[in-house]
C-alpha cells in the first residue's frame, strides 16, 4: 500500500454547505419567533392591538427560510418601535394622574410653604418642582425604550414618587438618581442587544454549551461581557463547523472506498483523534489501510497496516502496489464534494508499518460491505 500520506480537506458541496446555511438559518428563525412572541406579549399587556402573525412556512425551502428570516426581523423591528411608543404614552398617564393627584404649588426650598398666584388666581408651582417635572418627563422617552417591562414599572413608580414630592431639593436629587438609573439600564440593553446577537451565530445548534451561551448573553452587564462572549461564541462556531467537516467527510470516504472495492469490516471508530476505520481491499491480503479523518487538523490520514509478522521488503511492496489507490480515493472525495491537498507523503519502505491488533475482526473483503447509502436505503424501505 501506500506510505503514508496526509491530506488538507475542506467540504465544497453546495448542497452540504446550503443544508448547513439553512439549518443556521432556521435556528435564528426559532429565536426570533421567541423575541417576537415576547414583544406580543407585552404589547396585550399594555392594551393595544397585536401584529399581524408571521406564519411559519410549510416547507423550510431554502427561500422560504429566507423569506421568513426577513418577515420575522421586519415584524420584530415594528414591535419594539410600538410597544415602546405604548409604553411612553401610558408611563405619561400615570405621570399626569400624579402631578393632579398632588400638590406642589409654593414650596420653598427651605421647606417654608408659600402660596403664589398665577395671573388667573390658580396656586403657581413652585420653579424648581416644575423643572423637576419638566426632567422627569424628558427622561420617559428613555424609559420606555427599555425592553423589560418589570424596569420600565420600577423606574416609572421612581418617577412617580419623585412627582409626589414637594421638597425641591430632594425632588432633583431624586431626579438625578431616576437619570443615573435610566443610563445604567439602558448600557445593560445595549451590551444584551449585542450579546443576543453574536449567540444568533451559533442559534442552530443545539448542546449543552450553545444553551450556556445564550444564557450568558441574557446575563451580560458590560462591554467586557459581550467580549467574552464573543469569543466563546467564535470558539463553538469553529468547532461545530470542523467536526460538521469531519463528519461529512468520513461518510463521503465510507462511500468512495466501497466505490473503490474497499471493505472497512469494523466501521470507523470515533476517537478523542477523529474518526478511524481500516480499508481492505481483495487484491491485497494480509493488509489494510488505515484511514484517520482528523477535525482538529482538517486532515485525512492515511497508512498502511499488517496483520501478523511480515517483511519490510513484502511490506513495502503492498505499499507501492496501492498507492495509486490511495490516490484515486482522494480523486473520489473530489467528486462526493470534498477537496483535498496533499500536505505529507512519504515514500512505500520509509517508514515502518503499523501492525494491526491481534484479535481484531476482520471481514472477507470479497464480501460487499453495508454502505451509509444502502443502509439508509433499507431504513427507507421499513
Known amino acids: ?121 390658580r396656586p403657581a408651582r413652585h420653579p424648581a418642582l416644575e423643572q423637576v417635572a419638566g426632567g422627569v418627563t424628558t427622561v420617559v422617552t428613555l424609559v420606555a425604550g427599555l425592553h423589560d417591562p418589570a424596569e420600565r414599572d420600577a423606574l416609572t413608580a421612581m418617577a412617580e414618587t419623585i412627582l409626589g414630592t414637594t421638597n425641591p431639593a430632594q425632588a432633583q436629587g431624586d431626579l438625578l438618581t431616576l437619570k443615573t438609573r435610566v443610563t445604567n439600564a439602558r448600557r445593560v440593553q445595549e451590551c444584551r442587544e449585542q450579546a443576543a446577537q ?75 483523534f477523529g474518526a478511524v476505520g481500516v480499508a ?23 497508512r498502511v497496516v499488517a496483520d501478523g509478522v511480515t517483511t519490510a521488503e513484502a511490506d513495502a511492496r503492498a505499499e507501492r502496489e496501492t498507492c495509486e489507490k490511495v490516490h484515486a480515493v482522494a480523486a473520489g472525495l473530489a467528486r462526493h464534494g470534498v477537496a483535498t491537498d496533499l500536505t505529507v507523503e512519504r515514500q512505500p519502505g520509509e517508514a515502518p508499518v503499523l501492525r494491526r491488533e491481534a484479535g481484531s475482526t476482520k471481514r472477507n473483503p470479497a464480501t460487499p460491505r453495508r454502505t451509509r447509502r444502502t443502509a439508509d436505503a433499507k431504513e427507507r424501505a421499513r
Open 1 to 121: 500500500m501506500s506510505g503514508p500520506k496526509g491530506y488538507g480537506y475542506s467540504v465544497v458541496s453546495a448542497e452540504e454547505l446550503r443544508r448547513r446555511e439553512d439549518g443556521a438559518r432556521n435556528g435564528r428563525c426559532e429565536q426570533h419567533v421567541i423575541t417576537l412572541a415576547g414583544l406580543i406579549g407585552q404589547l396585550r399587556h399594555l392594551g393595544v392591538a397585536t401584529p399581524k402573525e408571521v406564519v411559519r412556512p410549510s416547507k423550510p425551502t431554502h427561500d422560504a427560510l429566507i423569506a421568513w428570516e426577513k418577515s420575522l426581523e421586519k415584524a420584530i423591528a415594528e414591535a419594539e418601535k410600538r410597544v415602546a411608543d405604548e409604553s411612553a404614552k401610558a408611563i405619561l398617564r400615570r405621570l399626569n394622574a400624579t402631578r393632579e393627584a398632588v400638590d406642589v404649588t409654593g414650596v420653598s426650598l427651605g421647606g417654608a410653604r408659600t402660596r403664589p398666584t398665577t395671573g388667573a388666581g
Open 198 to 272: 453574536a449567540v444568533l451565530e451559533v442559534a442552530g445548534i443545539e448542546s449543552p454549551e450553545a444553551d450556556l451561551l445564550r444564557e450568558r448573553a441574557a446575563e451580560a452587564l458590560t462591554p467586557g461581557d459581550v467580549t467574552a462572549l464573543r469569543g466563546a461564541v467564535r470558539s463553538l462556531a469553529e468547532r461545530a463547523a470542523r467536526d460538521a467537516d469531519a463528519t461529512y467527510v468520513r461518510r463521503a470516504l465510507e462511500d468512495v472506498v466501497a466505490e473503490l472495492g474497499f471493505s472497512v469490516a469494523e466501521g470507523f471508530s470515533l476517537t478523542k
Open 280 to 302: 481492505e481491499h481483495a487484491d491485497h491480503p494480509g493488509y489494510g489501510l488505515r484511514l484517520q479523518v482528523n477535525p482538529t487538523s482538517g486532515q485525512l490520514l492515511t
